[in-house]
């Protein structure tokens, strides 16, 4: 009968490999915010740079926050995430983390993104900048090593060389250091300083330190070095790059002195600049007029002179020009023969009258600090200036206007390109290419080339004849940067615009197009493992979508109107190329929606489902499985707005008819195959049953047992509720682990499971049942009794009774215990009954097939049936053992143990005569006695001819009492003594059947002296061979210790004579020690008696004795000692054999000896060793040749043993004396 126990269980649960998984549903509102990104790195300029960062995101946001605090002038909307605005002073690199939230304000993103802001632009107001002197240092800007000596010449002075100097100049407390790199230099020019300290010298005066002074020797053909000078932020210098951090510097004044000759025909020294404002010549210069060089780019300032001016800083041979910004720029100089040039970053003195030039100039906005412009957009026109400026001075008519740039950042071709807004003819000019033709602008004709230098800056030119300077400015104001690519490649493009006139080139001035040109892109994937690896992504090519089978759509989120849709290439990649920023929805569709159409859904082929979308490659997704993704774009492309669809699985009903209803505590396997699911594009991983199964007791997965009602079987630990839901592991077409069901009726019945399938990709199937029909089941019945089987033999005797003995309060049950298809696993009390010392023991309504355990065991409580077999500890009444078990003619005996059992395999048929052999222990006793002290080697007999040593006693309830002819054990040896039988000493657990007490002896020993007993343990088998587990101790004590200790007793051949010693280490009335001599170890003869050297025969302390033997027995010889006490009494010490047979003639001389002992020995072949003891034995010469003697000048003197060891093992032995 199975009682049902009703629990409570948790509907909205999930268990999957026994741990609990709460299912939350999720309500497909909006889509939580993910995937946010910004640019990761931002570097601006301050009072510069117009910034504008915008995110890109996945889902909705309802806000966004920002920490910490942007640098000044930056803001930042928390409605839709964007950075903007102009910084107004430098920052250091910070991270800045923005979050994204969602409805609710619970579902958040965050990402990182890091801004810096620079100071490029530092203002000199015409401050000496130093390239010397004190606190200016040099470096070999290849090695980085200090340079100590400008004025020696070396690095430098070669082309590429690269001098860096340090601290030129600290402005608003920032130090400033410059890169000079020496770009060419003629062939045979030589230096005899590289950079001049010294303030004067050989025709030069008025030099300083702070001036950078090269002096050269040109060739007679004359010469040039061209330097390049780029000012960089103090300590940002590396020379891995040979770069560091350029800076502009505002307000600067070069003077360059000493324009002169040396004297020497054509030896007129010229100096070239460009990029300055303004330019200056002394009233009575003797320069010539400046000249424009094309070839360098650069103004020329020639001495119209070839003679030496002394005086360096003289208003004729003089220069001087002012920058409004200089960063990166170019000096020349050039002359023929010896040639010194001093170049003076500063104001420098007043010219005495001053001839000034302006120089044309360009500011492309004139809105911010420097000279440059910046725009931004996507492929739209970006004009070079803003509307209603005047961007261009100039005080005479120009030559030309040129836009130079570099052709790497040219990346899209023909599509890039210069316009001239307005112009009637001639307006587009490709980039990708050297142009020729010409422009048409407000009726004036401007003919354009171009041309690309060796290191790939292409420059555009414009030039007419009369150019004027409103001509110029109508322009560059018509000037456009255009990109029509599909995709524009985003970036800057650096385009530096220059005016000219015959003398000048205007500074540089950039103007920077920056393409912010976003696009989206992404993969519909064939995605069959879902979201398990937390990745929208392709498992493999094989099974991707063919071209145009899909199409992703964009949607308005504003009003759900279609803006566009894009088909899917072969493998599932779309893109929608550039589009504007904003937030677009994004839709899996089977077909093509038309522009403007309304559409919220998305839609999949047939059998298909949604497994997950993701903006990103890597792992994450939306949170929403719906074939929509939310889409935020700002800065950056969208590159992967990837979707994932699979197709699920799909699982049938099964039926299984006739199963045998187990019964009892039984359960039932649910075959192989039963479970049937499939997964056409991926693996089911997993089946899930949906709920307890209809019919079922309890549902058994694995080692857990899970109830809806019903009873908890005893044996286990604990029933685990039903929570709802369980997920089973699933390979290879079948549950990884077992999964059991026991019927809640016995007999006819039928359990069904319900049940889906998981795939790999973590999608759900339909659900199908597995129905199991059960049919009724055999039982048998099982009997038997318990007898008292005295001998053990497992046969019932005539004798032998039928019993059920129990202490008090007992009962003898018998348990039939199930071994297999139990709950729990283990071995189970099926049911169990007193058994009744006439009638034994039955079972009956036992179920067939299963393998069972009978077993007896006493005990005051009845065994719970369906308990753990385990749970019943082994108990026989006290002193009863189990001997035997005669299950219907299969005896098993010679036992010992109170768990006695039966095993019956598969039963099935009904069984009698399973019956049990018990039978009582024997018990054997004590013993404790007193004699008088026996001397060593004493022979105390065990069999009660001497009262005080009876026989080792013992009984046993049905064989009487035990001894002589029973079976002993000795348990234990004794301490001190030897336990002999029949003349042999004993050993632990020796069994001695037929015992005769009369063979069991106790022999004294040396180790007895001092003792006062000895004791060892022993016991009886009965007639069926069992002993009592607590085993009896035999004691025997006397009054008075053994007189005598004995220690070391040796007998040394030692010549012709036999050297006996001893020792005692306790004494009590002690006589003295006779010696004995026996040639057969049997019959002895006394040599003579060594009296106690004890005072009164007592002593504790170690005595020592000695015996010579002058007339050895030829052959073996024995000897031994008998210790004789003041009353008479005596003991025997071990024997001692001394050989007196060699083959060897062996003498030693002189004895006594002083320093050395001699050996005649007749064949020196048979000696292994020879050794020197002392009367001890201790070894204080050994060595394997002694034919020419032995020293014994390290010995003390006194006597010595002297030995001789033969091949065969035999030593002889020698006493002699050192005087």
């Not at 010696?1075 to 504790?1100: C, H, I, M, P, Y």
Request: net charge negative; hydrophobic share 35%; with cysteine.
């Amino acid at each position: 009968m199975k009682r049902a126990i009703f629990y409570s269980y948790f509907s909205a649960s999930l268990l999957l490999a026994g741990t609990f998984i709460l299912s939350v549903p999720q309500t497909a509102t909006a889509q939580a915010p993910t995937s946010l990104s910004y640019p990761a790195t931002n570097v601006f300029i301050a009072n510069v740079s117009n910034v504008y960062l915008a995110p890109n995101l996945a889902g909705n946001a309802a806000s966004y926050t920002i920490s910490p605090a942007l640098p000044s002038g930056l803001s930042f909307n928390t409605n839709t995430g964007v950075i903007s605005g102009m910084p107004l002073a430098a920052s250091a690199a910070t991270t800045y983390t923005i979050t994204a939230i969602g409805t609710p304000a619970t579902q958040t993103t965050s990402t990182t993104t890091s801004i810096q802001v620079t100071n490029n632009f530092f203002d000199n107001s015409y401050s000496v900048i130093s390239f010397g002197g004190t606190g200016v240092t040099m470096l070999n800007g290849t090695t980085g090593a200090a340079i100590t000596n400008s004025s020696t010449p070396g690095t430098g002075t070669a082309a590429n060389d690269v001098v860096v100097y340090r601290n030129i100049a600290n402005l608003s407390g920032q130090s400033i250091d410059c890169i000079v790199k020496t770009v060419s230099v003629t062939s045979g020019t030589t230096f005899s300083a590289y950079d001049q300290d010294a303030a004067s010298g050989q025709n030069y005066n008025s030099n300083d330190a702070k001036f950078f002074s090269p002096q050269v020797s040109f060739p007679n053909t004359g010469g040039s070095i061209l330097y390049n000078f780029q000012f960089i932020l103090g300590g940002t210098y590396t020379t891995g790059t040979k770069s560091g951090r350029n800076v502009t510097l505002q307000n600067v004044k070069i003077n360059t002195y000493d324009i002169d000759g040396n004297g020497t025909t054509n030896s007129n020294q010229y100096n070239e600049f460009g990029g300055f404002s303004t330019s200056e010549v002394g009233s009575a210069t003797t320069l010539e007029a400046p000249v424009y060089n094309t070839a360098t780019g650069l103004t020329t300032y020639r001495s119209s002179i070839s003679t030496n001016s002394v005086v360096v800083t003289a208003d004729p041979t003089r220069a001087r020009v002012t920058y409004n910004n200089i960063s990166d720029f170019s000096i020349r100089v050039g002359g023929l023969g010896t040639a010194y040039f001093f170049v003076d970053f500063s104001a420098g003195p007043a010219f005495a009258t001053a001839v000034s030039t302006d120089v044309p100039s360009v500011d492309l906005n004139t809105g911010v600090i420097g000279v440059g412009n910046a725009a931004g957009g996507c492929g739209t026109n970006l004009s070079f200036t803003p509307t209603g400026q005047t961007n261009i001075t100039a005080t005479t008519n120009l030559t030309r206007l040129q836009v130079s740039f570099p052709t790497a950042e040219i990346t899209d071709g023909a599509n890039e390109r210069l316009i001239v807004n307005q112009a009637t003819s001639g307006g587009t000019i490709l980039l990708n290419t050297d142009p020729s033709g010409s422009v048409v602008l407000g009726g004036n004709t401007y003919a354009v080339s171009g041309s690309t230098s060796s290191d790939n800056i292409r420059t555009i030119v414009f030039q007419k004849a009369n150019f004027t300077l409103a001509q110029a400015e109508a322009l560059l104001d018509a000037l456009q940067y255009n990109n029509n690519a599909a995709t524009p490649t985003s970036g800057a493009r650096n385009f530096t615009v220059n005016v000219r006139n015959d003398a000048f080139q205007s500074p540089n001035a950039v103007m920077t197009a920056t393409l912010n040109c976003v696009s989206i892109s992404g993969n519909v994937f064939h995605d069959v493992n879902g979201l398990v690896d937390n990745t929208v992504n392709a498992s493999g090519t094989a099974g991707q979508f063919a071209a145009n089978s899909l199409y992703v759509v964009r949607v308005n989120p504003t009003n759900n109107q279609v803006i566009d849709a894009k088909p899917i290439a072969a493998g599932g990649a779309y893109s929608f190329g550039t589009v504007s920023p904003g937030t677009y929805n994004l839709y899996v569709s089977t077909t093509n929606p038309s522009a403007g159409t309304s559409f919220t859904t998305a839609t999949f082929p047939p059998t298909y489902i949604a497994t997950g979308e993701n903006l990103g490659a890597g792992a994450g997704n939306d949170r929403l499985v719906d074939g929509k993704l939310i889409v935020t774009i700002g800065s950056q492309n969208v590159t992967n707005a990837n979707f994932g669809l699979q197709i699920p699985p799909t699982t049938t009903n099964s039926t299984i008819n006739n199963i045998n209803n187990p019964g009892g505590y039984n359960d039932y396997t649910v075959p192989q195959n039963t479970f049937a699911a499939t997964d056409v594009d991926g693996t089911v991983d997993s089946i899930v049953i949906n709920s307890f199964p209809t019919g079922a007791n309890y549902i058994k997965i694995g080692a857990v047992v899970y109830t809806n009602g019903g009873t908890c079987p005893p044996q286990v630990s604990s029933c685990t509720p039903w929570p709802g839901t369980v997920v089973v592991p699933f390979a290879s077409g079948n549950p990884s682990t077992a999964i059991s069901v026991d019927p809640s009726i016995e007999g006819n019945t039928s359990v069904v499971i319900n049940f889906s399938a998981w795939d790999n990709g973590r999608s759900l199937s339909n659900a199908s049942n597995v129905t199991l029909n059960f049919i009724g089941n055999n039982s048998y019945s099982l009997s038997g009794n318990v007898w008292n089987d005295i001998n053990g033999n497992g046969l019932r005797g005539a004798d032998e009774n039928l019993v059920a003995p129990v202490d008090a309060s007992q009962n003898l049950y018998a348990l039939l215990i199930q071994q297999n298809r139990t709950y729990s696993g283990v071995p189970t009390i099926f049911a169990s009954t007193v058994i009744n010392s006439a009638t034994g023991y039955s079972f009956s309504n036992v179920p067939a097939g299963n393998d069972y355990v009978i077993r007896i065991v006493a005990r005051a409580v009845e065994p719970e049936k369906g308990a753990a077999a385990s749970t019943v500890s082994a108990n026989l009444a006290t002193n009863w053992t189990g001997v035997s078990t005669n299950a219907d003619g299969t005896v098993t005996n010679n036992l010992n143990t109170n768990d006695l059992s039966i095993a019956i395999a598969a039963l099935s048929a009904s069984k009698i005569n399973q019956n049990f052999g018990i039978e009582r222990l024997p018990t054997a006793t004590n013993v404790n006695t007193t004699i008088a002290a026996p001397g060593i080697g004493t022979l105390l007999t065990l069999n009660g001819s001497n009262s005080a040593l009876p026989v080792p006693p013992a009984t046993d309830p049905e064989d009487g009492t035990l001894g002589s002819g029973s079976t002993f054990v000795v348990v234990s040896l004794p301490q001190y003594t030897t336990l002999k039988y029949n003349g042999v000493a004993a050993t632990p657990g020796q069994r001695i059947t037929n015992f005769n007490p009369s063979l069991l002896q106790i022999q004294t020993t040396a180790s007895t002296v001092g003792k006062t007993g000895t004791s060892f343990r022993f016991n009886y088998q009965d007639a069926a061979g069992i002993a009592n587990p607590t085993a009896a101790t035999y004691t025997i004590t006397w009054n008075t210790p053994l007189p005598v200790q004995l220690g070391a007793f040796t007998a040394l051949k030692t010549g012709e004579n036999v050297s006996l010693s001893w020792d005692t280490y306790t004494e009590i009335q002690n006589s003295g020690f006779s010696v004995e001599r026996s040639e057969d170890a049997r019959n002895w003869k006394t040599l003579g008696f060594v009296a106690s050297a004890a005072e009164n025969g007592n002593s504790n302390a170690k005595l020592s004795y000695y015996f010579n033997d002058a007339t050895p027995l030829t052959g073996a010889g024995y000897y031994r000692l008998k210790q004789i006490d003041r009353n008479q009494n005596f003991a025997y010490s071990e024997v001692k054999k001394v050989l007196f047979t060699t083959d060897l003639a062996i003498s030693i001389y002189p004895n006594p000896a002083t320093d050395h002992v001699s050996l005649t020995i007749n064949d020196w072949s048979k000696v292994t060793e020879v050794s020197v003891t002392d009367i001890q034995g201790k070894i204080l010469i050994r060595t394997t040749d002694a034919s020419k003697g032995l020293s014994l000048v390290n010995l003390a003197k006194g006597n010595y043993i002297l030995q001789v060891k033969e091949v065969n093992g035999q030593v002889s032995s020698f006493k002699f004396v050192k005087s």
